[in-house]
């Protein structure tokens, strides 16, 4: 449960965050990462606890790496990439056509299977806390797919309005955690593509799969969302290229269901594919990853792999 906030509290964290966007506005593309690294260094030493989360999760994370990289380190990459993707927001032109210049897929040809794929109907998207994901979202509308994302709504009801106009200038359709996986079907149903994040911790109703060697509470949404509506899940991945405030995309290799299969194996089955394509980047680069949050902070009972509940309720 959220701590109360003070209306005093949330006026500070909206003046300093409206602060540092402006001085982002200023800073020259080049020293928008070195500004973005002072801000995570300062984070890192402000916020001890998360220095001793980004510890634990090393330590379910072990077995994935032959040398364990090191926790302070790790805290400071994860809370400067934290900061740039935010920053990057305030930076990104304002004019479409400007910025879809500035993304590129790596491999043009999935990029056309997938657009072949979402003639037939949507698809559902599965992002991470990886490289670039506040871009990532801005993808699909740029290239005239509409997309409902569902994310957790900020703590400070006014930086979630100012930050979520910013996330839908392009087109993108924000739903909250809270209770949304209806709306997530429904937009399915009207042939609306969805996306959801793959790489939280899941409390209550959740399939606990192996990332990096350590079982995690996964949300089944997205494989239930696969599951019912017949339609393929499609991982996608943003990052940062050589040039500043431009970008690399990724898109993995759809995901299909299979009809008839046993539900609750077939939720594993799909999670766990979507799990390991994060899985191979957080080891091949894992300061690209945010590790400040409690990934394996729920742990499986004995013996007990999935909710057999229907419904979910992210």
């Known amino acids: 449960m959220a701590r109360s906030r003070t209306a005093f509290r949330n006026h500070i964290e909206y003046v ?13 593309d080049s020293g928008l990462r070195p500004f973005s690294r002072v801000l995570g260094w300062m984070l890192s030493f402000a916020l001890r606890g ?17 040398t364990l990289p090191d926790a302070l380190a790790i805290t400071r990459s994860s809370f400067s990439n934290l900061c740039l993707s935010f920053l990057e927001l305030a930076r990104l032109p304002e004019d479409r056509a400007a910025m879809k210049a500035r993304i590129h897929f790596r491999d043009p040809s999935a990029w056309s299977r997938l657009t072949q794929e979402l003639k ?3 698809v559902v998207f599965v992002a991470s806390h990886f490289g670039a994901y506040e871009v990532g979202g801005l993808v699909s509308p740029l ?25 839908t200038r392009f087109g993108q359709f924000m739903i909250s955690n809270r209770g949304g996986y209806g709306q997530l079907e429904a937009a399915l149903d009207r042939g609306i593509s969805v996306a959801l994040l793959v790489d939280v911790n899941k409390r209550g ?11 995690a509470a996964t949300a089944r949404s997205s494989a239930l969302l696969a599951i019912r509506s017949g339609r393929p899940i499609v991982p996608v991945y943003t990052y ?33 594919c979507t799990t390991d394509t994060l899985a191979t980047r957080v080891k091949r680069d894992p300061s690209a990853w945010l590790w400040t949050h409690r990934r394996w902070k729920s742990r499986p009972e004995a013996g007990t792999i999935e909710s057999e509940t229907d419904d979910e309720q992210p």
């Open 143 to 167: 290239h005239d797919v509409t997309l409902h994302t569902m994310m957790r709504p900020l703590d400070n009801p006014r930086l979630e309005t100012w930050l979520s106009g910013i996330r």
């Open 240 to 272: 940062r290229a050589s040039r500043p405030l431009h970008y690399e995309v990724e898109v993995e290799d759809t995901i299909r269901p299979t009809p008839g299969a046993d539900r609750s194996a077939e939720v594993a089955r799909l999670l766990q």
């Open 50 to 66: 998360r220095r001793r989360v980004v510890a634990e999760n090393l330590q379910h994370a072990r077995s994935a790496f032959e």
């Open 16 to 28: 300093a965050a409206r602060g540092i966007f402006l001085a982002a506005r200023v800073v020259p």
């Open 205 to 215: 109703q959740c399939c606990f799969v192996d990332f990096l060697g350590t079982p």
């Open 120 to 122: 037939n109907g949507p």
